[in-house]
């Protein structure tokens, strides 16, 4: 198993503090142990690529980093803090951590702006005017400031899925977190979503993605993390872990996803 865990070194040789640290991380889901003595740090503006087979703790990985999962053993630190189990410390540092998941989860009765502006006008007590022209240059960046005053359900999924973007940047936060982004979209609004994460990446977003993309995680990840029943197997660059993959177990994984 590759070692590896820390991210790319800083300039002048110094190894950059980790924004994102998971030290001996335990969780169980009753029998099942879906976590199993995780060891994974995240440097300022990496890109970590998670992958692996279903069930294998991907999501859950994920989850944990902003608590929508608790942990049993273990600890997570942001940005050197240790993520509070509760209270105002913990919607403080979750603030920092967007999220984006499989399902877009907007707010179906809100326009597409007021689901950009309502968490940092309610969160951050951003005025409206300062909140809304933020989140009006964040859906130009996203492209998609022409539907700012629909409902979501009035957009394409890969219109939704932009906006769900959108919306995690307007927290300004340290770290973004993608939850298979992409899984619940048509294969032609696929590459929309990707091409957004791509440009945050080439921005120096810190992002941590669980995906079955192999094509963004081959050209944009800075690691990829392999992960299998509840355990990291390996952590590699993408040409080490596409062209050469250490364990039997990520080289089945392979065969059968890049065989179609």
Known sequence: ?????????????????????????QKHFGDLHVLQDIELDVSPGEVVVVLGPSGSGKSTLCRTINR??????????????????????????????????????????????ENVTVAPIKVKKESKKDAEA???ALLERVGVANQAHKLPAQLSGGQQQRVAIARSLAMRPKVMLFDEPTSA??????NEVIEVMTGLAQEGM???VVTHEMGFARRTAD??????????????????FFSAPETERAQDFLSKILAH
């Open 206 to 208: 810190t992002m941590i």
């Open 223 to 240: 690691r990829v993390v392999f992960m299998d029943a509840g355990r990291i197997l390996e952590v590699r660059t993408p040409e080490e």
């Open 68 to 113: 929508l999962e608790t942990i049993d053993e273990g600890e997570i630190r942001i940005d050197g803090e240790v993520l509070p189990t509760s209270g105002p410390g913990l919607a403080r540092l979750r603030a920092e951590v967007g999220m984006v998941f499989q399902s877009f989860n907007l707010f179906a009765h809100k326009t597409v702006l």
């Open 134 to 136: 933020r989140a009006t």
């Open 1 to 25: 198993m590759t070692q590896t865990t820390s991210g790319p070194a800083a300039a002048g040789g110094a190894t950059a503090p980790p924004l994102v640290s998971l030290r001996g991380v």
């Open 185 to 190: 979209l048509d294969p032609e609004m696929i």
